[in-house]
């Protein structure tokens, strides 16, 4: 089976920054994802890496250690409205395989 | 506007029923997927077609059939609706093999 694994719940500060970590034992990979879901809303698409190092866009970047089974979000200057659920998810095998999530809650 | 849209948004339903929800994405893309997201927020694939082909059909009840007219549609009709189907289903749509663009979801609710 896939096992995807990030923490449930993070809390910061406004302007602080925040890192989530994702681990993962997949069947296959080409390629990892994170996303961004805001409560009752649809997921929309943050970054991705298929090879290892980072890819930085604005204030988010991701990491990806293929030989560990590793990736990290990393969200700087945190706002208000980046308090939503950030989705690790692993492409294999032609589809996605989804993460639990991990809430975010950013206070002032 | 480009995107992948969904009808209805709620789906309030009785157990027993059969009901329908449609999907379609104006991006050019030519694969699309069903995904269900349950009480506890975890997103999981159910189906996936790529130019009018089912390739992805995860263990889904058979009571949950994918219907795909054309690249730009996909809806999914469910047979004989139990509680245990309330969830969000979310559609979402791709090149291949690329990014998922998703679609705003519909909530049903099965009492």
């Known amino acids: 089976g896939q096992n995807i694994d990030q923490p449930t719940e993070m809390t910061a500060t406004e302007g602080a920054i925040v890192q989530i970590n994702c681990t993962y034992q997949?069947?296959?990979?080409?390629?990892l994802f994170w996303y961004q879901q805001h409560a009752g809303e649809a997921p929309t698409f943050l970054s991705y890496n298929v090879l290892d190092g980072l890819e930085e866009k604005g204030r988010f970047s991701s990491f990806l250690s293929r030989s560990k089974g590793y990736s990290y979000l990393l969200l700087k200057e945190l706002q208000m409205k980046d308090s939503a659920s950030y989705l690790c998810a692993v492409k294999h095998d032609y589809k996605l395989s989804f993460g639990a999530g991990t809430t975010v809650t950013v206070r002032a | 506007d480009t995107a992948v849209s969904q009808t209805p948004k709620y789906l309030v339903t009785q157990m027993g029923n059969d009901k329908s929800i449609k999907c379609e994405q104006n991006l050019g893309h030519d694969t699309m997927y069903w995904y269900k997201q349950d009480s506890k927020k975890f997103l999981k694939i159910m189906f996936s077609?790529?130019?009018?082909?089912?390739?992805i059909n995860e263990t889904v009840p058979n009571r949950f059939s994918p219907k795909s007219p054309d690249k730009a549609h996909l809806n999914l009709h469910i047979n004989s609706l139990e509680l245990g189907d309330s969830a969000v289903y979310f559609c979402?749509?791709?090149?291949?093999?690329?990014?998922?663009?998703f679609g705003p979801g519909t909530r049903l609710t099965v009492t």
């Open positions: 979402a749509s791709s090149h291949s093999d690329g990014v998922q663009y």
């Open positions: 997949t069947s296959g990979f080409n390629g």
């Open positions: 077609y790529n130019n009018k082909e089912l390739i």
